[in-house]
């Protein structure tokens, strides 16, 4: 079975500082998708960052960058520069795809606050 | 653009209402999803549709019924709900379907509270 783990389930970092939020998955898959979704406190998901399998560089969305260890299965998620308005829920997810469709498996969240 | 609308934006019902979720989006998009999300929990996948046709039913309890009218429109009919159907209701669509390398973009959500 495909599962998304994230074991950190909340974390603090105050303004300008770096933080990395941890995810493992399992798949047997050779080729997928990874993403970590945003989701602030006024709800709206927003996809912050994805990664192919097959690519080997790392993603980066300015200030949001990602370590992908396809070995160890491992999607970490490196935010820099900390901004208020980078608290937010955030959501490792990975994209599954059988006969039936696609679905994105979750973890269970992180709950990021960014202080002054 | 990214964009997935969902309307209404909060609403409150009996358990013998009948109301209705909308979400749309004019990317495209060929497969068009509804989750049910809990506080703090991550989204639970209920329905995909495929080019307008059901393609996944997660077991959903029939008092919430999907339609896809046609490819840029999605519904969620809700008739005699329980309080702990309360939640936030999302909708996504994406581009692709059966591909393990397609993105899902989410709508904003209807918060939905039964009395």
């Known amino acids: 079975a495909q599962t998304v783990t994230q074991s950190q389930p909340e974390m603090s970092v105050q303004e300008a500082e770096t933080v990395t939020l941890s995810c493992t998955y399992d798949?047997?898959?050779?080729?997928?998708?990874l993403f970590w979704y945003k989701q602030p406190p006024s709800r709206q998901m927003i996809l912050v960052i994805r990664q192919e399998a097959y690519k080997q560089q790392n993603a980066t969305e300015n200030r949001f960058s990602v370590n992908f260890q396809k070995a160890a299965k491992s999607f970490s998620l490196k935010i820099s520069d900390s901004q208020l308005g980078d608290t937010a829920m955030y959501f490792c997810a990975f994209m599954k795809a059988n006969q039936a469709g696609t679905a994105l498996i979750f973890g269970k969240g992180t709950t990021l606050s960014v202080s002054s | 653009d990214t964009e997935v609308t969902q309307t209404p934006k909060h609403l409150v019902m009996g358990m013998t209402n009948k109301k209705s979720l909308k979400c749309e989006q004019h990317m495209g998009h060929r497969a068009m999803y509804w989750y049910k999300q809990k506080a703090k929990k991550p989204p639970e996948l209920m329905f995909v549709?495929?080019?307008?046709?059901?393609?996944i039913n997660e077991s959903v309890p029939s008092r919430f019924s999907p339609e896809c009218p046609n490819s840029s429109l999605l519904n969620l009919h809700l008739h005699a709900l329980q309080p702990e159907d309360s939640a936030l209701y999302l909708c996504?669509?994406?581009?692709?379907?059966?591909?393990?390398?397609?993105?899902?973009?989410f709508g904003p959500g209807t918060r939905l509270t039964v009395l």
């Open positions: 996504a669509s994406s581009q692709a379907w059966r591909s393990s390398t397609d993105t899902q973009y």
């Open positions: 798949t047997s898959e050779s080729n997928y998708y």
């Open positions: 549709y495929s080019y307008e046709k059901l393609s």
